[in-house]
């Protein structure tokens, strides 16, 4: 999409502007007996082009706007006409770097690149498919479920700087605290909820939504340090992070820590067909 007109800008004002997104779906199903492996690859890329003022001077800045890619597969065996058990494993991270604003795309000021974040969640558990048209509901239950997040840059875990332009040591970015580690680990289970439907003789519209919650209860049960009460807990960080404090451990290992709560990641697309070549979607996370 992109807008050019200068005579106009001269006369009303307003800025000249352009933006390129770039999507990618790719479905893959192979069954063989009661096996079936179902394969998914998603990725969305995009970028625009807006004036800023740096250094007294109006420039056109490129930046990004979306950036993720999600590879899965997932492996099962039927055990009746609707009910199957097997494993998903999901993968999701980004492709390019991103950083802090449009003026501020240093090295300094870099947050994230590929593996920075990564995230990683691998499932072993039950799934229920609705045989309804009307009503095509999957449901995964997940007992016994992994969740790993990386952080592989070396830069960003230990190096930021703030609002007011002062480094941040450490940054502890994504969670992992331990600044000898790129990784971290967390045991539980899930549950997963997808929604698949078209509605119409024609198609006309498609509503697609996913929901992923994760609660990592095996890591938060053998956790060192637990406080559940916040005001407690910052009071027991506030020792922590005091290095002249002698009467408790400033390690890394002897950091409070709250219990973990659970996480969700709600996805959804709505697809609206206006001719038999050309369509709209909304999609929202």
Do not use: C
């Not at 947050?111 to 990564?118: A, E, V």
């Not at 840059?153 to 002062?166: A, E, F, L, T």
């Not at 519209?205 to 916040?230: A, C």
């Amino acid at each position: 999409l992109t807008s050019y007109n200068d005579p106009w800008i001269a006369t009303s004002g307003g800025d000249n502007s352009i933006a390129l997104v770039a999507t990618f779906n790719l479905k893959h199903i192979f069954t063989k007996d009661l096996f079936t492996i179902e394969t998914k690859f998603n990725a969305k890329l995009g970028y625009n082009r807006m004036k800023v003022t740096v250094d007294d001077k109006e420039e056109g800045i490129w930046f990004k706007n979306q950036d993720e890619f999600e590879i899965s597969t997932a492996p099962s065996f039927k055990m009746t006409k609707n009910w199957s058990y097997g494993v998903i494993a999901k993968f999701r991270s980004q492709f390019v770097n991103g950083y802090k604003s449009r003026s501020e795309q240093e090295k300094k000021h870099l947050k994230s690149k590929f593996m920075t974040p990564g995230y990683l969640d691998i499932s072993l558990g039950i799934t229920y498919k609705s045989p309804k048209k009307k009503f095509p509901i999957t449901v995964n239950m997940s007992p016994l479920a992994l969740n790993a997040t990386f952080a592989e840059s070396d830069w960003i875990r230990m190096r930021q700087v703030g609002d007011d332009g002062k480094e941040i040591k450490p940054a502890y970015p994504y969670g992992i605290e331990d600044p000898e580690k790129t990784s971290k680990y967390e045991g539980g289970s899930s549950v997963e909820i997808g929604f698949d439907r078209t509605f119409g003789k024609t198609g006309y519209l498609r509503y697609i939504t996913t929901i992923f919650s994760f609660y990592g209860w095996i890591t938060d049960i053998g956790q060192k340090n637990k406080i559940s009460d916040y005001t407690k807990y910052l009071e027991a960080y506030d020792k922590w992070a005091d290095k002249e404090d002698t009467s408790v451990g400033h390690d890394i290992k002897d950091k409070p820590r709250l219990p973990i709560h659970p996480t969700v990641r709600w996805e959804n697309t709505l697809e609206i067909k206006a001719t038999k070549y050309l369509s709209t979607k909304v999609s929202f996370q």
